[in-house]
Nanobody
């Protein structure tokens, strides 16, 4: 099986920063695109940012210039550096990865359980 485990969430004051990490483990042959999504209470899950295996990134408009996604392919890890946080960024942040398992041909999307980010004074 494959597991994605996020870490790095917490409580931060407005204007502060956090760095999230997500590690993929299990019978992994390769990982394609990875990404971060978030879901605030009462709202639908929304895209934060994605990154291809080659490092091509894509951001939601509201995150551009404040958030930076990166990855370490050797560690099967994706990161999200979040700066200039505001209360509207409060949400559960989930990572996502397209994983090809050993012995399989197709890539399957996996999700982590999420890490809570709360921005409040």
């Amino acid at each position: 099986q494959v597991q994605l485990v996020e870490s790095g969430g917490g409580l931060v004051q407005p204007g502060g920063s956090l760095r999230l990490s997500c590690v993929a483990s299990g019978r992994i042959f390769s990982i394609g695109a990875m990404g971060w999504y978030r879901q605030a209470p009462g709202k639908q899950r929304e895209l934060v940012a994605t990154i291809t295996r080659d490092g091509i990134t894509n951001y939601a408009d509201s995150m551009k210039g404040r958030f930076t996604i990166s990855r370490d392919n050797a560690k099967n890890t994706v990161y999200l550096q979040m700066n200039s946080l505001n209360p509207e960024d409060t949400a559960v942040y989930h990572c996502n990865a397209g994983v090809r398992r050993w012995g399989r041909v197709n890539e399957v999307a996996y999700w982590g359980q999420g890490t809570q980010v709360t921005v409040s004074s």
